[in-house]
């Protein structure tokens, strides 16, 4: 059963989820918020891919980057507009206005648009699959891992070679400090949320493209996601992070194989039970990162 | 260079400065001394601009600094190393230097400035690439110090550089601020070392729950007070008297 499909499935869901924990790390980094309306931000482009793909004149690649940077554009702008005129008020404050915006998100789309799903297009690779000897992989897990790939690199880049990148770690570990080292609070925070925002419009493409369709809940499953395997990998890291995602794709996949036919829809299940179980014994999760638990005052 | 005058800070409801007023002309080094508590840290935190001041006005190099955001102090020229030294450890020493430039972004100044603290630090040269948690405490807090000379500050702050540290290395650092003052560094120093301090230094403050008690020479400080009795706590532990 563990074979190149199965490693290939994998890894391509393990690369997916990873991203998707990147996103959410990059800001609970900072700021030391959960934020729930992560999910809206790819709810946001995949609306973008759904509007801007019923213009049949324009290429899907365009489509796809104008999605990815709206959804920066937009997570963005929840930090100007929501985010910033609480974050020095409490840790709850900012919960409780993440709530706030992603209901809102959805009102917006809800309003706007239609409450029910809407069909998205997609480039014709998307649905293909590739034989590779006895194994059938679909083209676009090879694409998923091929993009993790390369932004994996360009984050590790950003973060260990750049000034901004090297005071966004220096800040999620002593917020204040970094501030006394001349770097601007505001900068830091809006370019987790940039960052955090174009990790969410990527998701976004191949999270819509298993359905081709989009609609105002789709945010729900994917923060889930993300939360759990943060608290899996471990909060306090990107690496861990990382982890996290590869390790939910991993066990996620086990339990799809091992699972009897009668249990299968209760993986999920399982898999929060494995949560409680990091939670009680191992609650910093897989990788010890160095982060500490200062808050942004 | 700066005023400090009539200075309130508060930790919610905690008052811990009741009307401080202190001043360090360009070219000094001045000692603010007092006993644990006394808000010898929460003045430099008003001055950089981590705590917000209640009332009274802060003045740097004739313009008003109080209520402005740490990242604009140090722009403007007041770095602080601070207590605890308080490195990022799980960045490299070479990012904790980078990160200390930053309010003075020159690639070609950050070179020499970067030679400069190779020549003042050699040991920060062997472990540029170790990540700054791995030094012993002595080494971070040259690192600290380091950091904050990077942003060529005109008005230096330090608070409590000797603590935690060995005689020996009490000395290096101590040898090192005064070559920092001879070099033309504007210095505020924040010490527990109370004698180690007044050796160096061309004025003291001597802080007493939250206001001054005394400000003056080394000499006078000496003559006025028994340093003692300040700092050791004496036969009636945290009490300093006053001879006058
Ligand atoms: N973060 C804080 N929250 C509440 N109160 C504080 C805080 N920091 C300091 N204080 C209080 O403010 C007063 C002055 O503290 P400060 O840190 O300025 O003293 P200090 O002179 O630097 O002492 P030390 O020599 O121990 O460093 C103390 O009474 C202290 O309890
Ligand atoms: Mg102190």
Redesign the pocket.
Known sequence: MIDLEFIINTVSLGSLYALLSLGLVFVYGILKLVNFAYGEYIMVAGYAMHVIGQNRGIPWYVTMAIAVLLAAAVSYATELVAFRPVRTKSLTALIVTSFAVSVFLQNVVLITISPRSRAVPLPAFFSQTLTLGTATIPVRNLVIIGTTIVLLIGLTFVMKKTVLGIAMRAAADKFTTTRLMGVPANLVISATFIISGLLAGVVAIFWVGRSASVDPLIGAAPLLIAFIATVMGGMHSLVGAVIGGFVYGLLFNILSIMLPATMISYRDAFMFMIVILFLLFRPEGIWRGGYTEERVG | MLTVQNLYAS??A?T?LHGVSLEVAEGEIVALL??????????L?SITGVLRPVRGSITFLGEEIANKSPESTVKKGISLVP?GRDIFGSLTVEENLRLGAFANRDRARYKTDLDEMFQLFPILKERFHQAGGLLSGGEQQMLAIARALMSRPKLLML??PSLGLSPTMTDQIFELISGLHERGTTILL?E?NAERALEIVDRAYL?TT?SLEFSGTPDELRRKVDIASVYFGGEDDDHCEVQL
Do not use: H, P, R, W
């Open positions: 930790y919610g905690i811990a007092g006993i644990n508590g006394a808000g010898k840290s929460t003045t935190k207590e608070d409590e924040v527990q802080l939250g």
